[in-house]
T-cell receptor, first 114, second 114 residues
Framework: DTGVSQDPRHKITKRGQNVTFRCDPI?????LYWYRQTLGQGPEFLTY????????KSRLLSDRFSAERPKGSFSTLEIQRTEQGDSAMYLC????????????FGPGTRLTVL | KNQVEQSPQSLIILEGKNCTLQ??????????LRWYKQDTGRGPVSLTI?????NTKSNGRYTATLDADTKQSSLHITASQLSDSASYIC?????????????FGKGTTLSVSS
């Protein structure tokens, strides 16, 4: 257990539905990241927060995706009008602003879109 | 283009044997290199982090090497155990960046059989 938690661990939804995932980072970490990982691939960066500010978004993050970190603590990732191509593992990671920027990953949320 | 390539893609070994995984990268400016272990359905867990000045770093039965001149790294696993069965991901961090600092390889899937 790295100290980063994600909820739910698994989500099955029908195409067109909206889903929301939650990430609780290590409490003293001010940086929070979202990644997407498909089978046989490494994680792909989606977006990054420093405290409550969303500082960077990947071009992978289409307008159907939105992420928030309202109080600089937990974060949510919402996917609207889900598509089958959204099926993946969504990973959250957190880090402090140290030299190594070591990121600690949560267990992930496995999304299956039917 | 910043890239991390790993080989082999997959590997099967007998319990108790040693193995070596390879990572080649073209990331600039280089900050550090990490090896992560990812069990099936779980988030990645850090094994080692090395800066350009470090040639080798060990974590129990895992030993990572780094040649910053040739931009190559290896992860050596000694006396493998069934619990070593996982995906091993090489991750390179680019300096002076945050959100897209980590460039992930696709991983090597290791299967240890009895």
């Amino acid at each position: 257990d790295t100290g980063v938690s994600q909820d739910p661990r698994h989500k099955i939804t029908k195409r067109g539905q909206n889903v929301t995932f939650r990430c609780d980072p290590i409490s003293e970490h001010n940086r929070l990241y979202w990644y997407r990982q498909t089978l046989g691939q490494g994680p792909e960066f989606l977006t990054y927060f420093q405290n409550e500010a969303q500082l960077e978004k990947s071009r992978l993050l289409s307008d159907r995706f939105s992420a928030e970190r309202p109080k600089g603590s937990f974060s949510t990732l919402e996917i609207q009008r889900t598509e089958q191509g959204d099926s993946a593992m969504y990973l959250c990671a957190s880090s402090s602003a140290g030299t190594f920027n070591e990121q600690f990953f949560g267990p992930g949320t496995r999304l299956t879109v039917l | 283009k910043n890239q991390v390539e790993q080989s082999p893609q997959s590997l099967i070994i007998l319990e108790g044997k040693n193995c070596t995984l390879q990572c080649n990268y073209t990331v600039s400016p280089f900050s550090n290199l990490r090896w992560y272990k990812q069990d099936t359905g779980r988030g990645p867990v850090s094994l080692t982090i090395m800066t350009f000045s470090e040639n080798t770093k060990s974590n129990g039965r895992y030993t990572a090497t780094l040649d910053a001149d040739t931009k190559q790294s290896s992860l050596h696993i000694t006396a493998s155990q069934l619990s070593d069965s996982a995906s091993y991901i090489c991750v390179v961090s680019a300096a002076n960046q945050a959100g897209t600092a980590l460039i992930f390889g696709k991983g090597t899937t290791l299967s240890v059989s009895s």
